[in-house]
């Protein structure tokens, strides 16, 4: 971990504006939800930002509290490094159950830093579609145990474009979210005419 760290800080301070090995793959989603903390979160809101987004559901029994763990590493190694405009953004697959109350308790239970950290919910239609249609993740209704839903960590760049899915299950995918976010860093940042 501490070889992430350490490339993470570099890359801030080495901003080189070389192209990145992570391809443009899609063109992330347009947004308008509301965060655990009672502020709403918009795409537009997050330009010139890298972002990490993950899916979770709070009543989840499966595979969620290893993937909120992993963002919670992720969270203490962008925390620890001072790294600038990166956000942190877990989507409850569960928008019926998960209001913003429930968010902000699970969030306040897992140490979130709501500065870093938003934890997303809106109207199921909207969750749904942003999900399948914009992320291009699969997500099923599993019966009695809530949604069926990615594990996948997406990675997304200054200008809004996803880069890197990895999988949340890889034990190694912090240092791997890391690496991206520190080649993202090396890209030079939006410039505003």
């Known amino acids: 971990m501490a ?3 350490v490339l993470l800080k570099q890359s801030e301070s080495r901003s080189s504006g070389r192209p990145s090995r992570l391809e443009k793959l899609a063109k992330a989603p347009d947004f308008d939800l509301l965060a655990h903390d009672g502020t709403k979160l918009t795409s537009s809101d997050l330009t010139g930002k890298i972002w ?3 899916f979770i559901f709070t009543r989840c029994q499966g595979p969620c509290p290893l993937i909120t763990s992993r963002m919670a590493e992720l969270q ?11 956000q942190l953004i877990s989507i409850t697959v569960d928008p019926d159950y998960d209001t913003k109350e429930v968010l902000a308790n699970y969030a ?3 140490g979130a830093d709501p500065s870093l950290w938003k934890f997303l919910t809106g109207p199921r239609g909207q969750v749904e579609s942003l999900i399948r249609k914009g992320y291009l993740q699969p997500l099923a209704e599993g019966g009695e145990e809530g949604s069926v839903h990615s594990a996948r960590f997406v990675v997304v760049d200054r ?3 996803m880069r890197s899915f990895p999988d949340g299950n890889d034990p190694e995918v912090v240092q791997k979210l890391l690496m991206d976010i520190g080649d ?10």
């Open 184 to 193: 993202l860093l090396r890209e030079s940042p939006t410039r505003n005419p």
């Open 108 to 110: 306040e239970q897992i």
């Open 52 to 54: 990490v987004v993950n």
């Open 76 to 86: 203490q190694q962008i925390a620890r490094s001072k790294v600038k405009d990166i």
């Open 159 to 161: 200008e809004g474009w």
């Open 3 to 5: 070889y992430a760290f």
